[in-house]
C-alpha cells in the first residue's frame, strides 16, 4: 500500500520532469531510483526485534541448540498451517509467554516443514504443546486450552 501511494505521488508531482523529451529512458529510471531510495530511507522501519520471547525452529539442529540447551524453561508449540485450532491457540500462547519477561520463551514448530521431530516427540495431534526444562520434556498439553489451562500450564514451570 505504501509503495503504491508513494509511486503515485512522485509520478503526479515530478511528471513534468519524467516527460520532458530532452531526457533519455536511462536518466529518467535513474532519476526515479533516487526519489525512490531517498523515500525509503525515510519511510521503512528497519529496527530489529531485541528480547523477543519467541522464534520460529528452523531445523532439528536449531531445536537442539535453542530449545534443549535453553538455559530457561521453552514452550514448544508444534502445529500446522491448516489447523484451525492451530491458529486460535498460537497467539494466545504468545501473549502469555510475553508476560513473563524472558523468564521462558516460546519455540513454534511447524509439522509439515519438520515431520521427524514431530515423530521423535510424538506428535499425533496439532496443536501440541510441550514445556522443556533443562533439555527435556517436563509437561505437555494436546488441543485448544482455556486461557486458565494456559496460564497456568506456563506460570507453573518456570
Not at 7 to 34: D, F
Not at 106 to 114: C, G, S
Not at 131 to 138: I, M, Q, S
Request: charged fraction near 25%.
Amino acid at each position: 500500500m505504501f509503495l503504491s501511494r508513494s509511486c503515485s505521488r512522485l509520478i503526479r508531482s515530478s511528471a513534468t520532469k519524467w516527460t520532458n523529451p530532452q531526457k533519455s529512458p536511462q536518466q529518467m529510471t535513474t532519476k526515479l531510483s533516487e526519489v525512490f531510495a531517498a523515500g525509503q530511507r525515510s519511510s521503512f522501519h528497519t529496527s530489529q526485534v531485541v528480547n523477543s520471547t519467541s522464534f520460529n525452529v528452523q531445523d532439528e539442529e536449531d531445536f537442539s541448540e535453542r530449545v534443549l540447551q535453553s538455559t530457561v524453561p521453552v514452550v514448544a508449540d508444534f502445529h500446522a498451517e491448516w489447523c484451525g485450532p492451530c491458529k486460535l491457540l498460537g497467539p494466545r500462547i504468545e501473549s502469555e509467554v510475553g508476560k513473563h519477561d524472558g523468564k521462558v520463551l516460546l519455540a513454534k514448530v511447524d509439522i509439515d516443514d519438520m515431520p521427524e521431530l514431530a515423530m521423535k516427540y510424538k506428535i499425533n495431534v496439532v496443536p501440541s504443546v510441550l514445556l522443556f526444562k533443562g533439555g527435556a520434556e517436563v509437561d505437555r498439553f494436546q488441543g485448544n486450552v482455556d486461557d486458565d489451562m494456559l496460564e497456568h500450564f506456563v506460570a507453573d514451570k518456570i
